[in-house]
């Protein structure tokens, strides 16, 4: 099993910065992908960023320029810098771990971009 613990979110305004944490523990592979998701009341859980293991990252395009996902191996923890935030990011920021067997989410976070 893997468990993920986020922390970070929180109320921010328009145009401001948040970052967001999830470190993983348990049984870890060696190689993985994690990734951040995101859920807005009403709306379906969607992909906002990913990385592997050597590196190699995906976003969601509405979020290209203004995030940023990187991941530290040694501590098993993933990242998300969250710039020029809008208020169409708040949601619920969920971390994602894909090991080469399993799959497992995290508690979720909250964010709120508002004035």
């Known amino acids: 099993q893997v468990q993920l613990v986020e922390s970070g979110g929180g109320l921010v305004q328009p145009g401001g910065s948040l970052r967001l944490s999830c470190a993983a523990s348990?049984?870890?592979?060696?190689?993985?992908?994690m990734g951040w998701y995101r859920q807005a009341p009403g709306n379906q859980r969607e992909l906002v960023a990913s990385i592997t293991s050597d590196d190699s990252t995906n976003y969601a395009d509405s979020v290209k320029g203004r995030f940023t996902i990187s991941r530290d191996n040694a501590k098993n923890t993933v990242y998300l810098q969250m710039n020029s935030l809008k208020p169409e990011d708040t949601a619920v920021y969920f971390c994602r771990y894909f090991g080469s067997t399993d799959r497992y989410w995290g508690q979720g976070t909250q964010v709120t971009v508002s004035s």
């Open positions: 348990g049984s870890i592979s060696s190689i993985n992908v």
